[in-house]
């Protein structure tokens, strides 16, 4: 039990602008269940990305075995017994369960024209159920199973091939209770067979009932590394770690007085995904919602920006409520939503600072017929592009060649373009540098002046930090709604990932 | 700022200026190759029949802009001319005619555009489909045959020798449909859906953008330019045919594409050169009687040459040699520091 199937030295990995591993040491034994633990951004994916190969490392030893290696790509790491899966594994729906975990190698690489044998991809599948075994129908197509049991199916694509060291990353996000004995005990039955796992989660109770140990990391450190069924092994003392000492300097000084409420929601709910949440959201202030992947904060955000129309209940803008039919429906009524993913959903990148812009609010820059007056959208974009510090302030540039940081500025430019009143953030410091970060924040305080600012993040540290409020989304339940300064980051994490402190 | 706008000129002028250069060899080639091309006869001939092809063009780029393809209009367009033909056949006013054929073609655009944008269905299978169902109904007028009667008396022949301020009918139009285009295209809030909706819908939809709506526009748009370009195609052979779309379907992608290969963008413009050179071109391989195929033969290459330079896929390999050949360059300096700080060295 006590030897080493892997081990980490050193590893450093810096991307522009961040730091993201600064000198992890890691060690996993054979047959153990090792928990990988920390906020969003302290590194855990790059680390499992450095292990799988997916990313070079700049410094740093890798053993395994004993041995150095270098893994040069994931056919690599897999040939040398490391498997990942994934949080949405890449399958082929329409194929069945055996289909998908004997993809690519249903002949035994007996050539390409070879015949495949169905009858013998089945044995195989068989075998691996008698080997692991989990009630999971492999003979449907597993476009119809459940997350979970998708999972397990990818789970077995890695077990097709001889691994030693399997990687699950986050592997539930919202489970029953059934499917997390099912999940659990096919961890288990892994273990039995020799095979080391790196289990991340946020979820401290399942890694209770899974982990043997578990290490946090913070900043691209490792803070710690604990026997799970030991004294050391307390909640709160999980998130002290996870957290770390405050950095209040990052965060704009809070609002002084609040104003009157502008958005407010009674008992809004969404089918699956969130239910009963209700909130006032004021002129003056930021709106703090902190939910994780499964939370249904990502999917409040955009029910109150009329992307998906609520299951139940209402949204009042002004105390009149409002049924929002659209994005578009939304943005005439004042709302702007600063979307998590803004590659996709925020920009054009092939176009100039100048059109992504003005795009959410074209009659500004549009006069007789719709002809666009050019001098005036110059001047107020320019002047826009300006108050949000992009840098170089030069509007005819691409969005492509800028910046995370530069990207998301104009994201907000754009929102303030419109002349919003109530400004929605999804997610807005994802793959943003520290400098960029600071600055968003500044630009949301100052939004929050005229405007009412609503902050959904799956980042404790932001939330606590920028919010004069705060709502925790724990499996589509609001678990904690209170001002500021009557909570604390710890109580909010903890709320977050384990619905209570 | 102005020095800004000096060194981003080269990026974008070098293909145009290359390009009009190889526009006047080609038309210095031809001049040489045959002594009819440089008559007066044949220089009017090639601008009739680059106007028309010109429209043609221009409907197709709209939907190229809203990141379609159609591949109905030249079927679509045929049943629009026939339309027309057959009103006036049977003695409906030539304005009255055109008309009703231009809300045919229109009917078919917002049938594509609706199925398309809002239905989501695939764009090319279902213009297929629509395509077909014009090429049929077409067929219902003329059994499958010429439709000439009254075309002499009626005026419609107008549209092909008649001349407003000295320009040929045909000429009018096209200035005026491209004056139009250029100005909704690149000179209004209009423009700014259609591309934005081409180029990240998604984006477009959380700005506001009314996606479906103008995709319903770029299909109609379409449609209908296409099918006054068949109507004039129509009066320029002096009867309707159900087939007068058909040799416009792969010259005007080729067009569409040359001219965002060369302006690196799908713009108005850009159709506009591309066409001339497109047309230009089998302009002079109809003068040598070249047979068709061999034209065809060239447009094709010429379509896919397009495509090639105008994707992402080709900048994106270009990206990626490049950024290889500096990390060579790279690992040739940090190789000989081996040990745990190799990879540090590369870092900036």
Redesign the interface.
């Known amino acids: 039990m006590g030897e080493l199937k892997l081990e980490m030295r050193?590893i450093?990995k810096?991307f522009p602008g961040v730091q993201a591993l600064d000198g992890v040491d890691f060690a996993l034994r054979k047959g153990e269940v090792h928990a990988l633990l920390g906020v969003n951004g302290a590194g855990k994916s790059t680390l499992i990305k450095v292990l799988s190969g997916a990313y070079?490392?700049?410094?740093?030893?890798l053993l395994l075995d004993g041995q150095p290696v270098e893994i040069n790509g994931q056919q690599d790491a897999l040939a040398r017994g490391i498997a990942t899966v994934y949080q949405e594994p890449q399958m082929i729906p329409s194929f069945t369960g055996y289909e998908n975990i004997f993809l690519g190698a249903e002949n035994d690489g007996k050539g390409t024209f070879a015949r495949i044998r169905r009858s013998k991809l089945r044995e195989k599948a068989a075998r691996l159920l008698e080997l692991f075994p989990v009630d999971v129908d492999l003979s449907v197509p597993v476009g119809k199973l459940g997350t979970v049991d998708q999972e397990i199916v990818a789970v077995f694509r890695a077990l097709s091939r001889k691994i030693s060291v399997l990687v699950l990353d986050e592997p539930t996000s919202i489970l029953t209770e059934r499917e997390k004995l099912v999940l659990f005990r096919l961890v288990a039955s892994l273990k039995e067979q020799g095979i080391s796992i790196i289990y991340i989660s946020h979820r401290l109770e399942e890694i209770q009932q899974v982990a043997d140990r578990l290490t946090v990391l913070r900043n691209g450190r490792n803070v710690a590394t604990l026997e799970v069924r030991g004294a050391a092994m307390s909640p709160l003392k999980i998130a002290e770690l996870m957290l770390g000492e405050r950095m209040e300097t990052v965060y704009p000084p809070r609002a002084s007085e609040r104003g009157d409420p502008v958005l407010s929601a009674r008992g809004l709910g969404l089918d699956g995904k969130f239910h009963d949440v209700g909130f006032e959201a004021r002129r003056g202030e930021i709106l703090g919602v902190f939910g994780l992947v499964g939370s249904g904060a990502e999917e409040l955000a955009k029910v109150l920006?009329g992307?998906q129309p609520p299951t139940r209940g209402s949204i009042e803008l002004d105390g009149r409520t409002v049924r929002l039919r659209?994005?578009?429906d939304?943005?005439?009524r004042g709302m702007f939503?600063v979307?998590a993913d803004r590659r996709?959903?925020?920009?054009?990148?092939?176009?100039p600072i100048r059109?992504n812009v003005?795009?959410?609010n074209?009659?500004r820059?549009?006069g007789f017929?719709?002809?666009?007056r050019?001098g005036r959208e110059r001047l107020d974009v320019s002047e826009v592009v300006a108050s949000v510090g992009v840098t170089p302030p030069?509007i005819?540039a691409d969005v492509a060649t800028l910046s995370g940081g530069n990207q998301q500025k104009v994201v907000v430019a754009?929102g303030i373009f419109t002349r919003a009143r109530v400004y929605l953030f999804a997610e807005p410091t994802a793959g943003v540098d520290v400098g960029a970060k600071a600055g968003i924040y500044r630009l949301m305080r100052e939004l929050a002046r005229e405007a009412t600012v609503i902050l959904v993040s799956s980042d404790s540290q932001e939330v606590y930090g920028v919010s004069d409020r705060v709502m925790v989304l724990f499996k589509g339940q609001a678990v904690l709604d209170r001002p500021t300064e009557s909570t604390s980051q710890e109580e909010i994490l903890l709320c977050g990932v384990q619905g209570r402190v | 700022m102005a020095g800004n706008r000096g060194a981003a000129v080269p990026r974008v002028a070098t293909p145009v200026i290359v390009f009009l250069v190889v526009i006047a060899l080609v038309f210095a080639a031809f001049s040489l190759l045959h002594g009819q091309f440089l008559s007066a006869r044949n220089l009017t001939n090639l601008l009739r029949h680059a106007s028309i092809f010109s429209i043609f063009a221009l409907g197709v780029l709209f939907v190229v802009v809203v990141g379609h393809f159609d591949l109905s209009f030249y079927l679509v367009c045929g049943l629009a001319g026939m339309t027309t033909s057959w009103l006036i056949a049977v003695e409906v006013p030539a304005p009255w005619s055109v008309g009703v054929g231009l809300v045919v073609g229109a009917l078919f655009g917002i049938a594509n555009g609706v199925a398309i944008g809002r239905w989501k269905l695939p764009d090319m299978v279902t213009t297929i489909g629509t395509g077909a169902v014009a090429w049929g109904f077409a067929w219902i007028y003329s059994k499958g045959s010429y439709i000439w009667q009254n075309a002499r008396t009626s005026g419609i022949l107008l549209l092909n020798d008649g001349t407003i301020l000295r320009l040929p009918v045909p000429v009018v139009f096209m200035l005026g449909t491209y004056l139009l285009a250029l100005l909704a295209v690149h000179r209004s809030r209009f423009g700014r859906g259609f591309y934005a909706t081409g180029e990240n819908r998604v984006a477009a939809v959380f700005s506001g953008v009314h996606v479906e709506a103008f995709i319903v526009a770029a299909f109609t748009i379409c449609a209908v330019l296409t099918s006054m370009g068949a109507i004039l195609s129509n009066a320029s052979q002096g009867a309707g045919s159900v087939r007068v779309g058909m040799v416009f379907l792969l010259p005007a992608y080729a067009t569409v594409f040359l001219g965002s290969a060369v302006f690196r963008k799908a713009t108005v413009h850009g159709t506009l050169v591309a066409s001339l050179f497109i047309s230009l071109m089998l302009n002079g391989f109809t003068l040598m009687a070249v047979p068709y195929y061999y034209s065809d033969l060239i447009v094709g290459i010429v379509l896919i040459v397009a495509l090639a330079l105008s994707s992402d896929t080709l900048s994106r390999l270009r990206e990626s040699l490049r950024r290889a050949g500096r990390r060579r360059e790279e690992g040739r300096e940090t190789e000989p520091v081996a040990g745990p700080l190799a990879g540090t060295g590369g870092q900036p």
Not at chain 1, 56 to 61: C, E, F, H, K, V
Not at chain 1, 344 to 351: H, N
Not at chain 1, 369 to 372: P, V
């Open positions: 050193g450093s810096r070079p490392r700049d410094a740093g030893t920006f992307l659209s994005a578009r939304a943005i005439a939503l979307p996709r959903e925020g920009l054009v990148p092939a176009e059109f003005s795009l959410a074209l009659n820059v549009s017929l719709g002809l666009t050019s030069d005819r754009k």
